[in-house]
């Protein structure tokens, strides 16, 4: 937690100091507890964490964001982890998941593709459905 003195006083000034524009990745760690134990979720919440700040890629200056969620609607074989800008989710992550997740997709930008169980990137192309501006 920020010191009170150093506190953004806009959301421009609190994005700003994440980094937000110039990040490459986003992870969001679902933590259960209804696909996982909340204790299992939380530690592998820990371990995303650590690794990101021990390597330099989050926190001020750092080019990866992560958000920990209580749900991600897929209430099964969690935790759930959901990487952007590619959409790619895992699922059973545990620690040595999430390291490889590290090293393969957020620092080598490559998915592990037989570990995913699907693949949603956001675009900014139009998609069926969407409302014409």
Not at 11 to 18: G, H, L, M, S
Request: positive net charge; hydrophobic residues 35%; charged residues 25%.
């Amino acid at each position: 937690m920020m010191p009170l003195s150093s506190q953004p006083s806009t959301v421009q000034e609190a994005a700003q100091q994440f980094g937000v524009g110039g990040l490459r990745c986003h992870v969001f760690l679902c933590r259960g507890p209804r696909c996982c134990s909340a204790e299992r979720g939380e530690a592998v919440w820990k371990y995303l964490k650590d690794r990101l700040k021990a390597l330099g890629l989050s926190g001020r200056g750092g080019r990866v964001y992560r958000t920990k969620v209580d749900c991600l609607r897929i209430c099964l074989d969690g935790p759930v982890a959901l990487v952007y800008p590619e959409g790619t989710w895992y699922h059973q992550v545990d620690e040595a998941r999430m390291e490889r997740i590290i090293q393969s997709h957020i620092l080598r930008g490559k998915p592990l593709e037989k570990e995913a169980f699907a693949v949603n990137p956001l675009t900014s192309e139009k998609r069926p459905g969407d409302e014409s501006s």
